[in-house]
C-alpha cells in the first residue's frame, strides 16, 4: 500500500518540480533552523537581505549556468569573465578620461557577449567539449585580467561610487537598533537586476519555445533534432546568454566590490555550479528551474553564514561545507532518479 | 499519373566509412497511397529514410517533392515541407510533457500559448485514444503510449509525407489496429504513407505497393497483389527459397558417450529485465532455440542464463552442480559463451583492433595478471581470421571498420575461441548478408555435433526451424510452450505463439 | 611515373601525420626552433654549483626535465581516468595539496616548526600514498558507483581539496627540518641530475612493466570504448573506473612528495595550482581521445613534456607568470579546434571548395 503511494507521488510529479521542492524545503528547514538554534542576526530580514546584496552576482551568473547545464553543457569560464569584466570597467572608470558610466555598462556586457560568441562557436558548431572550451576560456579571461592590470585598486570615479551606495530600501522590514533607533532594511541595486532577470529568465525558461529547446536538447540531443529543433542554434544561444549573464553579474559584482582585482570571483564558477546542482539542476541536463537555481544560491550563502556564526569562522571551513553540501545534493539526485526509474519500470 | 505523385527519390546515393548504405536507390511514392518499404535489417531502409527526413546528407541522387526538386538539410527543413516521421526508437524527449513534446519544433514565434497547445493536445489525444494528459512528463508515460504520443506528434503536423518507421514493434494488437485505422483514414485525406515494418502480416493488411531493397539496392517496386508473400521473403534474401537448402540433413548428431547427458539447468530462473521465471534445460550436443515475436522475452531469457541482466532469483546447474550465476564472468567460468542480440552495443568494441576483439573473451578468462603475449594473441587472431573466413586488412583494422557480417564472425570467433561448451547465439543472423547468414548456420550444427550445446535464437523462423531439433515458445514474456520432433513446423509454431489452440 | 612517387610520398606523410605522436613532436620541434631562433645558445647545459656547494647540471632542457616531472606522472593516470571514463579528474591540485600536507603533518607530527623529522621519510610518504588513494577512491566512488560524470565529481575535492588541506595542518606552514626530504625535489649530493627525473623516469617504467604484465591497458580501453560490451565480456566496469581514479590518486601522491620536497614546505593556496589543466591539455596534447577509448600513454607523457617546454619558453619571452594561463589557453584552443573532427570536416570542405579544378585534375 505504502510503496503504491510513493509510485504515485513519483509519477504525478515531473523531474524538475520534484526536485525543486527538495530543494526549497530543505533551504526553509535550513533558515528556519538557523533562526531558532542560533537566533540573532537570523531572525532580522536584514540578514537575509544582507545574503541578497553579497550574492547577487552569483544569482545571475548561476542562472547563466543553469542554463547551459539544462542544454547539456557547462561553462566553467564564468568566474573568470566576472574578473575580467570587473577589472576592465574598473581600469576604464579609474584611469581614462571623462568616463561614463553607461560605456561601462556597456563594456561588461560587450565582454560576455563576446565570450559568449566564441565559445558557442566552438561549442556549438566545431563541437569541442564544452568543459574544454570554457576550461580554456577561464585560464584566458584570469590571464587576461593580470595582462589588463596586474595590482589591485579600488575605483575613485564618483558617480560609481555614487552608484555602488545607492541602498533601496524595503519598507516595513527594518528593526531598530540597540539605541532605539528606526533601520531601513535595505537592498543593493545589484539585487534588484538580479531579482528581475530571474523572473525575465524563469518565464523564458518555462513558458518561450527557446526555453523548451533547452530543454529538449538536454533531455535528449538526437530526439530534439529528429523533432525539428535546431539543436546546434540552441546549443549556441545557450552559451551566449550564459557568457552575456556572466558579463551582467561581472558588473554586478564589480558594483557591490568597487575594485578590480585578478582574484576577484576566485571559485565563483564552482559555486554557480553548485547551486544549479543544489537548485535541482541536473548534471545530464533536460532537468532544472531558475527559481531552484535562486534557492541554490541562497541554501549555499545561508549555509556558510551558519558555519561562520557557529565560530567555525576559519577560511577552510567554506570550502569543506561547500563541498558536503554539494556531494550530499549529488548523491541525493542519483539515489532520487535512480528510485524513479525503478518505480516507473515496475 | 503524375499528378498523382507525390515524391520522387532518384539515383540516391550514400556511404558511410566502408559500407556502400545506399547505391543508387529510386523511390517513388503517391498520393493516398501506403507503400511498404521491406528489405532485411542493413539492407539500408533506414539510411533512405534518414536521406529523405535530412539526417543524413546523400551523396548523390535528387528528391522531387509534388514535382518540384526540394533540398532537405535538416530534419527541420523535411518538418517544414510536409514530411513527418516516426521512429522505431521513440524520438521524443522524455524530460518534457507530452504536449511540449508535440507541438515542440514547430510552428513560428517566440512566444507560444501554453493554454491553448494543453488544450489542442487533449483533444488530439482524446481522439485518438490515447491514455496520455497533455501536462503529464513523457518519461511518466508506459513505452506504447510514448510511441502513440510520437505518432500523434507526426499526424497533427498536416503532413503531406508520413513515414512510419517499425513503429508497431512496441504496441501490442489493439494498438496496432487503432494505428491501422489512423492510417487508412490519412490515406483517404491524400497523404502518402511510406511504412516499414518487419511483420509481414501487417503489409498485407494495409499496403498498397511494396518497394524492396536489398544491401543498399534496389529490388523493385511491386503492387502488393502482384507479390505473394513467398516471393516477397525471396526477394529480400535475394535468394529463391529453394536455394537455402535444408542444411540440417548435412550434418551428423554428435553421438559421444556422454551424449543427452545435461549441461546446463536452469529453475524457476527470473532477471530483473521483467521476465516471468521460467525453467530451462539443454543437453550436450543438443541445439534449441527460443522463438516468439519481438519483445516476448527471448533475448530477456538468455541473459539471464548469462546473468547479463540482475538475476532476482532461480536456481542454476551446470553438469548437475548447483553454482551461482550473478554476472558474465561466473557463466563463462562456467563455459558459457554469449554472443549479444545488439552487435554495436553489446558485442563490437569498436576501436580496438579485430586481434583484441578476438582475445578479450578468453583474455579475461585468462585472468589480469595473464596477458597473451603478442605471438600468442596473432596466432588466436589468425587461425579464426582464417577458420571463419573473416575479410579483413590485417588483424590490426579496427572491428568497427569491417562489414556487419564480418563483425559478427569476429564476435563469434571470440567466443569459439573460449572454446565453450554451451555457446548462446541471439540473432547472430540479424542484419548480415545471406552468405555468412548461411555459414554461421552450417556452423552451428557442426559444432553441434562435435558436442558443444548451442540455443540459437532468430526472428526468422525457417532458420530456427534449419537447426533447433527443440524450441521453447515465448509470449509476452512468458514460456508457454515447447516443441521437439514433428511438431517443429511454421505452422505449430505461429500456433503457440499466437496462444488459444 | 612521377605522379606514382608523389602519391607515394604523400601517403607517407599520411600515415606519419595520423601517428599518434605526431603532433606532440611536431609541437616539440617547433618550440625548439622557435627557442633556438631567439636564443642560440639555449640548449647549452652547463655546469654550475649550486646553493649546498654541489656541482650541478644546469640549463634549460634541465629546466623543462625537471619541472616536467609532476606533470608527466599526473598524465599517466589522467590518461587511464580519462580512457576509463570518458572524463577527466579536475581535483588532482587540490588532492596535491591534500596529500603533501598529510605528508608534512606525519614529518612534523603537528609542530609547524619541529627540530627533527618525527617520522621516517618513506613512512610519511607511504601515508601520503594511501591518502592520495583514499581521495582518488572517492572520486572513483562516485563515478563508477553513483554514475556521476567525473568532472563534477571531482567538483567536490576540488572545491573543498585546499581546505581540507589548510584544516590537516591547523592552516600551519610547517617547515621540514631534515634536509634530506629536499633531495626529492632537488638533488642528492653527487649526483649532477635533479632526482625528479629519475622519480618520473621510476614511474614510467613501472606504468611500463605495469602495461606489458597485466590486462590494464586492454581492459581500461575496452571499458571507455564500450562499457555495456566490456560487462559482457566478464569485465567489470566498475571496478575498472574506479581502478584507474585509484590509481591517478597514488601518481597525486608522488607529484605531491616532489612538489612539497621542492620547498620543504607548503601553500595550500598555490600548491600544484592549476596543475590539473596542465594535466589534462598533456592527455589532449598527446593525441588522446578526452571522450575515453583507446589510449596512448606515451603521447601523453610527450605532451606533458612539451607543456613544460611551452611554460619555459614562455618565461623565457618574459612573459609573466600570471599571464601564462592565457596564452597557454590560446593554444589549447588552437590544439583542440585542429583535432576536433568537425573542425577538420569543415576544413576539407573549404579545400574542396576553393580548389575545385585541381581536384578534377587529379
Partial sequence: ?346 | MNETTLLKMRGIVKSFPGVRALQNVDFTLNKGEIHALMGENGAGKSTLIKVLTGVYPKDAGNIELEGKAVAIHSPQDAQNLGISTVYQEITLCPNLTVAENMFIGRGEGVLTNWKQINADADKLLQSLDIPAKATQQLSNCSIAVQQMVAIARAVDMDCKVLILDEPTSSLDEQEVEKLFGLMRDLKEMGVGIIFVTHFLDQVYEVCDKITVLRDGQLVGEYEIKDLPRVQLVAKMLGKEMDDLSDIKGETNEYKGKDAGEIVFEAKDLQSDAGIKPFDFFIKKGEVNGFTGLLGSGRSECVRAIFGADRILGGKVKVHGKDVKINKPIDAMRNGIAYLPEDRKIDGIIGDLSVRENIILALQVLTGFFKPFSKAEANAFADEFIEKLNIKTSSADKPIKALSGGNQQKVILARWLLMHPEYLILDEPTRGIDVGTKVAIQKLVLELASEGMSVTFISSETDEMLRTCSRLVVMRDRKVVGELTGDDLTQNKIMATIAGGE | MTKDKKGNALGVIKTIASNQLFIPLLALVLLAVVNLINDPTFFEIKNVTNNAGYIVKSGALITILDYGSELAILAIGMTLVTAASGGQDISVGATIAIAGSAMLRVLCGGNSRPDTIQAPIIVAFLVACIVGMLCGAFNGMLVSIFKIQPMIATLILFTAGRSIAAWINNNELPIVPDPKFAYFGGFIPGIPIPTTVFIAAICIVIIALVLKFTNLGLYTQAVGINESSSRLNGINPTFIKFLSFVILGLCVAVAALIKVSRLSTINYSVIAKDIEMDAILAVALGGNALSGGKFNIWASILGAYVIQFLTTTLYKFNVPSDALAAYKAVVVIILVVFSAPKAREYMEMFVKKLNPARKEAA
Fill in chain 1, 1 to 346: 500500500m505504502k510503496e503504491k503511494n510513493k509510485v504515485s507521488i513519483f509519477n504525478k510529479m515531473n523531474d524538475t518540480s520534484l526536485l525543486l521542492t527538495i530543494t526549497i524545503v530543505i533551504f526553509f528547514l535550513m533558515y528556519i533552523g538557523a533562526v531558532l538554534f542560533q537566533g540573532g542576526g537570523f531572525s532580522k530580514p536584514q540578514m537575509f537581505f544582507n545574503i541578497l546584496n553579497a550574492n547577487a552576482a552569483l544569482i545571475i551568473t548561476a542562472c547563466g549556468m543553469s542554463i547551459v547545464m539544462i542544454s547539456g553543457g557547462i561553462d566553467i569560464s564564468v568566474g573568470g569573465v566576472v574578473a575580467l569584466v570587473s577589472m576592465c570597467c574598473a581600469v576604464y572608470l579609474d584611469k581614462t578620461d571623462s568616463p561614463s558610466l553607461l560605456v561601462s555598462v556597456l563594456i561588461a556586457i560587450g565582454i560576455g557577449v563576446a565570450y559568449g560568441l566564441v565559445q558557442g562557436f566552438l561549442v556549438a558548431v566545431l563541437d569541442i567539449q564544452p568543459f574544454i572550451v570554457s576550461l580554456a576560456g577561464m585560464f584566458f579571461a584570469r590571464g587576461m585580467t593580470t595582462i589588463v592590470n596586474t595590482a589591485p585598486f579600488n575605483v575613485e570615479n564618483q558617480a560609481f561610487i555614487a552608484l555602488k551606495d545607492t541602498r533601496v530600501n524595503v519598507p516595513f522590514l527594518g528593526s531598530y537598533n540597540k539605541k532605539g533607533i528606526y533601520v531601513p532594511a535595505y537592498i543593493e541595486i545589484g539585487v534588484i537586476v538580479a531579482l528581475v532577470l530571474v523572473i525575465l529568465l524563469f518565464v523564458v525558461l518555462r513558458w518561450t519555445k527557446l526555453g523548451r529547446s533547452f530543454y529538449a536538447v538536454g533531455g535528449n540531443k538526437q530526439s530534439a533534432l529528429m523533432m525539428g529543433i535546431n539543436v546546434r542554434r540552441t546549443k549556441f544561444l545557450s552559451h551566449l546568454i550564459c557568457s552575456t549573464l556572466a558579463g551582467i553579474g561581472g558588473y554586478v559584482y564589480f558594483l557591490h566590490v568597487g575594485s578590480g582585482s585578478a582574484s576577484h570571483a576566485m571559485g565563483m564558477e564552482m559555486n554557480a555550479i553548485a547551486s544549479s546542482i543544489i537548485g535541482g539542476t541536473l548534471l545530464t541536463g533536460g532537468v532544472g528551474n531558475i527559481i531552484g537555481t535562486f534557492f541554490g544560491v541562497l541554501s549555499l550563502s545561508t549555509i556558510q553564514n551558519i558555519v561562520a556564526s557557529a565560530g567555525l569562522d576559519e577560511a577552510w571551513w567554506t570550502g569543506i561545507t561547500i563541498a558536503a553540501m554539494l556531494c550530499i545534493f549529488l548523491l541525493i539526485q542519483s539515489v532520487v532518479m535512480a528510485q524513479k526509474k525503478k518505480a516507473i519500470k515496475a
